[in-house]
C-alpha cells in the first residue's frame, strides 16, 4: 500500500514539473512581438496631368499618285523600254505592241491626205473662177476632212499599242516579256510616285464628331522601328461602310522616305482636346479578374501602413497610366514591390527605387 502511494506522489511530481516548464513557456511567449517587420517598397506620388486625347487607329500605306499599268489594246509585245524598279518621267514610253498594221495604214491615210489637200487647193482656185460646181469644192472639202479624221483615228489606234508613264514615278517588277500576247486589263506592272504618300484607314463611326481635316497624327510602322513619323489627316469619307459602320480617312505623310505603298502603319490621332486627370507609374497598378488594384501608402500615423483600392485605369503613355476613379492627385501609391503586400501591412519606402 505504501508502494502505490510513492508511486502516485512521483507521478504528481513529474506532471507538475511539467506543468511548470510550459507555463514558464506560454509567459516567455507572450512577452514576445510576432508583427511582421516593415515591408520595403518603391512609392511614387500620384500627379494631375494634362494629356490630349488620342485615338489609335491602323491603316494601309498607298501613294498619292500610283497605278496598275495596262494595255488598252490586245497583241504582242514587241519591246520593252525600261527595267524593273527604275524611275521614268512623266510620258516615258515603257511597252510596246505590235503595230505594223497601224502603221501600214497609216502611211496610206498620209498618202490620202496628200491627194485630199491637192485637190481641195485645186478646186478651192476653181470654184472661185467658177470654172466648176460648189458641189465638187463642197466634196473635195469633205474629202479633206475624212483624210484628216482617218488618219487622226489611226493615230489614236497606235497610241493604244504603246503604254506610257502617266507621271514621273517609280516602275515596279515587270510581268511581261518581249513576245508575250496581252489583252486589254492584263497586268503589266505599276507605277508608284514614292515622293508623296498617304494613309488610308477606318475608324468607328462614334467618333466622326471629334475628327476634323487638319488634325496631327502620330504614325509607327516596323518598317522603321523606333521612329515615329508626323502625318496630318487630309479627309474624311462622305459616308460610313454599311456593312462594317467604319468611316474611312486619309492622311498625308510628311516624310515619306523609308517607306513604300502597301505597308501597314499604326496611328494615334491628336483631337486636340486636353484633359486633366491622375497618372501614376504603369508599374503601380496590380491587374487582376476581380479588378485592378493600386496600393495607396497612409503615412498620417506613427507607421506608413497600405490599402489596397480597386481602381479605374485609361491610356497608358511614357510610363505612366491614367486614373480614371481610386486615386486622387497627390496620394502616394506604391510603384514597386506590390506582391509582398496586404491590407494594413506596414512598409517602408526605398528612396532608390526611381520612376
Same mark, same amino acid.
Given at each position: 500500500?505504501?508502494?502505490?502511494?510513492?508511486?502516485?506522489?512521483?507521478?504528481?511530481?513529474?506532471?507538475?514539473?511539467? $506543468?511548470?516548464?510550459?507555463? %514558464?513557456?506560454?509567459? #516567455?511567449?507572450?512577452?514576445?512581438?510576432?508583427?511582421?517587420?516593415? /515591408?520595403? *517598397? @518603391?512609392?511614387?506620388?500620384?500627379q494631375?496631368?494634362?494629356?490630349?486625347?488620342?485615338?489609335?487607329?491602323?491603316?494601309?500605306?498607298t501613294?498619292?499618285?500610283?497605278v496598275?499599268?495596262?494595255?488598252?489594246?490586245?497583241?504582242?509585245?514587241?519591246?520593252?523600254?525600261?527595267?524593273?524598279?527604275?524611275?521614268?518621267?512623266?510620258?516615258?514610253?515603257?511597252?510596246?505592241?505590235?503595230?505594223?498594221?497601224?502603221?501600214a495604214?497609216?502611211?496610206?491615210?498620209?498618202?490620202?491626205?496628200?491627194l485630199?489637200?491637192?485637190l481641195?487647193?485645186?478646186d478651192?482656185?476653181?470654184v472661185?473662177?467658177?470654172?466648176?460646181?460648189?458641189?465638187q469644192y463642197d466634196?473635195?472639202?469633205?474629202?479633206?476632212?475624212?483624210?484628216?479624221?482617218?488618219l487622226?483615228?489611226?493615230? $489614236?489606234?497606235?497610241?493604244? %499599242?504603246?503604254?506610257? #508613264?502617266?507621271?514621273a514615278?517609280?516602275?515596279?517588277?515587270?510581268? /511581261?516579256? *518581249? @513576245?508575250?500576247?496581252?489583252?486589254?486589263?492584263?497586268?503589266?506592272?505599276?507605277?508608284q510616285?514614292?515622293?508623296?504618300?498617304?494613309i488610308?484607314?477606318?475608324?468607328p463611326?462614334?467618333?466622326?464628331?471629334m475628327?476634323?481635316?487638319?488634325?496631327?497624327?502620330?504614325?509607327?510602322?516596323?518598317?522603321?522601328?523606333?521612329?515615329?513619323?508626323?502625318?496630318?489627316?487630309?479627309?474624311?469619307?462622305s459616308m460610313?461602310?454599311?456593312?462594317?459602320?467604319?468611316?474611312?480617312?486619309?492622311?498625308?505623310l510628311a516624310d515619306?522616305?523609308?517607306?513604300?505603298?502597301?505597308?501597314?502603319?499604326?496611328?494615334?490621332i491628336?483631337?486636340?482636346?486636353?484633359?486633366t486627370?491622375?497618372?501614376?507609374?504603369?508599374?503601380?497598378?496590380?491587374?487582376?479578374?476581380?479588378g485592378?488594384?493600386?496600393y495607396?501608402?497612409?503615412?498620417t500615423?506613427?507607421?506608413?501602413?497600405v490599402?489596397?483600392?480597386?481602381?479605374t /485605369?485609361?491610356?497608358?503613355?511614357d510610363g505612366?497610366?491614367?486614373?480614371?476613379?481610386?486615386?486622387?492627385?497627390?496620394e502616394?501609391?506604391?510603384?514597386?514591390?506590390?506582391?509582398?503586400?496586404?491590407?494594413?501591412?506596414?512598409?517602408?519606402?526605398?528612396?532608390?527605387?526611381?520612376?
Amino acid at each position: 500500500m505504501r508502494g502505490y502511494f510513492v508511486a502516485i506522489a512521483l507521478l504528481l511530481a513529474i506532471l507538475g514539473s511539467i $506543468a511548470a516548464y510550459y507555463y %514558464k513557456q506560454t509567459m #516567455a511567449a507572450s512577452g514576445m512581438h510576432f508583427t511582421p517587420p516593415p /515591408v520595403s *517598397v @518603391g512609392a511614387a506620388v500620384a500627379q494631375a496631368a494634362t494629356w490630349s486625347t488620342r485615338l489609335d487607329a491602323i491603316g494601309t500605306i498607298t501613294a498619292a499618285r500610283g497605278v496598275e499599268l495596262s494595255s488598252e489594246a490586245s497583241g504582242e509585245i514587241i519591246a520593252i523600254n525600261v527595267k524593273s524598279g527604275s524611275q521614268v518621267s512623266a510620258g516615258k514610253l515603257l511597252i510596246t505592241l505590235n503595230d505594223r498594221v497601224e502603221q501600214a495604214s497609216k502611211e496610206r491615210q498620209i498618202a490620202n491626205l496628200e491627194l485630199a489637200k491637192l485637190l481641195f487647193e485645186r478646186d478651192s482656185k476653181l470654184v472661185k473662177q467658177k470654172s466648176i460646181p460648189e458641189s465638187q469644192y463642197d466634196r473635195s472639202k469633205a474629202d479633206l476632212d475624212g483624210a484628216i479624221a482617218q488618219l487622226a483615228e489611226t493615230e $489614236a489606234r497606235l497610241d493604244n %499599242k504603246r503604254v506610257q #508613264a502617266p507621271f514621273a514615278g517609280t516602275i515596279g517588277i515587270i510581268h /511581261v516579256k *518581249v @513576245g508575250d500576247y496581252v489583252k486589254p486589263g492584263d497586268k503589266i506592272t505599276t507605277l508608284q510616285d514614292l515622293s508623296e504618300l498617304e494613309i488610308d484607314f477606318t475608324v468607328p463611326e462614334r467618333n466622326f464628331p471629334m475628327l476634323r481635316p487638319g488634325l496631327d497624327i502620330l504614325v509607327k510602322s516596323s518598317a522603321l522601328p523606333g521612329r515615329q513619323l508626323n502625318a496630318t489627316l487630309q479627309a474624311l469619307d462622305s459616308m460610313v461602310e454599311s456593312s462594317t459602320r467604319n468611316l474611312l480617312l486619309r492622311a498625308s505623310l510628311a516624310d515619306a522616305d523609308g517607306l513604300l505603298p502597301g505597308m501597314f502603319a499604326e496611328l494615334s490621332i491628336d483631337l486636340d482636346n486636353p484633359i486633366t486627370l491622375v497618372t501614376v507609374p504603369e508599374t503601380a497598378v496590380s491587374y487582376s479578374l476581380s479588378g485592378n488594384i493600386v496600393y495607396v501608402i497612409d503615412d498620417t500615423g506613427d507607421t506608413r501602413t497600405v490599402s489596397p483600392r480597386v481602381v479605374t /485605369v485609361g491610356d497608358s503613355r511614357d510610363g505612366l497610366i491614367a486614373i480614371l476613379d481610386g486615386v486622387e492627385a497627390g496620394e502616394i501609391v506604391v510603384s514597386a514591390g506590390q506582391n509582398k503586400l496586404f491590407r494594413g501591412a506596414t512598409v517602408t519606402v526605398d528612396e532608390s527605387v526611381k520612376f
